[in-house]
C-alpha cells in the first residue's frame, strides 16, 4: 500500500517546524491507543498500546513522516511482531498526522475522506 499524492519528500520534510515531529508523534500514540482499545484489548489484555509500537518507534516514523509514502519506507522504522495486522493503519495514521501537522492534505490518500484522515485534521492544534 502506498501513500499515493506524497509528492516532493525533499521539500516536505523540511517543512517541519518546532513542535511539529512532538504533534506527530502525540497524533501516533493516540492511533495506536485507539488501535489498541477497539481491536486487541479485548482479546489481549495482557498488552497495552505499546506492545503493539513502541514509542521509540513511534518517534523514529514521526521524525521521518514524510518521507513515510508506503510500507516498504515504513517497515525499517519499526519492529512491529504484528507487523501484518497493523501496517496499514499506521501507514494511514502517519500520512494523516503529517496533514493535521504542517496541513498537506496530500498525505492523506487517494481522496482525503479517509476517516482517520477527516479525525485527526478536525483539531490541528492537537
Known sequence: ?????????????????????????????????????????????????????????LERVAKNATSVDSLNALEPLVHIVHWSKLADSLLSAVGTAVTAVIGDESMCGVDNSSASCQMLTVDKNV
Open 1 to 57: 500500500m502506498e501513500n499515493p499524492g506524497v509528492g516532493n519528500l525533499q521539500k516536505l520534510s523540511q517543512r517541519f517546524k518546532e513542535g511539529e515531529v512532538e504533534k506527530i508523534v502525540a497524533m501516533l500514540r493516540e492511533w495506536c491507543s485507539k488501535v489498541w482499545r477497539d481491536e486487541w484489548r479485548d482479546e489481549w489484555p495482557g498488552y497495552g498500546p505499546k506492545s503493539l509500537v513502541s514509542d521509540a518507534d
